[in-house]
């Protein structure tokens, strides 16, 4: 196994090498190339999705009579799911955790008698009413359609995103939302909304700074002019833009 590792590691650096220039999403991964390949990477931040799609009616008019925290992730352990699990209910409040996962049994394990979990069939919408109904504060939705993401990321009291991520659209998404969101200070988002008051940046997350946090966030605001912002910053279509001008002009120069 050591020999196969090695020899591997011996092909990656080398296949590093192959390709004329290397392109990554923050200044925070571009710094791990640069640290493991020895190689510059030019940074390209992505595009938001469409978060245009109209809410879904009968669920955006329940989620507004409660009050919950969101996750939107996959479930894996450098996500810190856990602790924001654990922060919501030392705090009596309600999270909901949409995403897959290996974790997920695990993180189903922590506080089984308030967890519940989507059933197969079974809406959003009623999933949501037989967490309240039974007073329960870990609610696991698994997939979610487009329109469900949009209705639950607009209704929510904050979104959370505690692992260190390359980059993290989830943060940016809960800005354009208009929600406030919690976020790792190492992740690639935290560099690009740093100026925004409604992101808090966590340098190290954990119990008692990610309830001051939350405790924080009540009350914050997102401004009409920071979703303007944020959205012409990181539209589709700069995007494309920039992958034009930095490879085919590039190309062309060269």
Request: charged letters at 25%.
């Amino acid at each position: 196994f050591q020999k196969a590792t090695t020899w591997l590691r011996a092909w990656d650096l080398a296949a590093s090498w192959r390709p004329d220039e290397l392109f990554t999403l923050s200044t925070r991964s571009a710094r791990l190339i640069e640290r493991i390949y020895q190689r510059s990477a030019q940074i390209i931040y992505p595009a938001l999705p469409n978060l245009e799609l109209a809410p879904l009616p009968d669920l955006a008019a329940y989620l507004q009579t409660q009050s919950f925290l969101l996750s939107l992730s996959r479930l894996v352990s450098y996500k810190r799911i856990d602790l924001l699990i654990k922060v919501a209910v030392d705090r009596g409040e309600r999270v909901v955790i949409v995403g897959t996962g290996s974790a997920r049994s695990r993180l189903a394990q922590l506080f089984p008698s308030l967890t519940l979990q989507r059933g197969r069939s079974e809406s959003c919408l009623d999933a949501f009413r037989r967490a309240v109904e039974s007073e329960k504060l870990i609610v696991f939705l698994a997939t979610v359609t487009e329109r469900e993401r949009v209705t639950l990321l607009r209704a929510a009291r904050a979104v959370a995103m505690l692992g260190a991520e390359d980059f993290g659209l989830v943060a940016l998404e809960a800005i354009v939302a208009r929600r406030p969101v919690l976020l790792n200070a190492a992740a690639g988002a935290s560099e690009v909304l740093r100026s925004y008051p409604a992101a808090i940046r966590l340098p190290s997350p954990d119990m008692t700074t990610v309830a001051q946090a939350l405790e924080a966030s009540r009350g914050l605001k997102v401004s009409a002019e920071q979703v303007s912002s944020l959205k012409r910053r990181f539209s589709p279509t700069r995007f494309i833009e920039q992958i034009k001008e930095i490879v085919y002009d590039g190309v062309t120069h060269d």
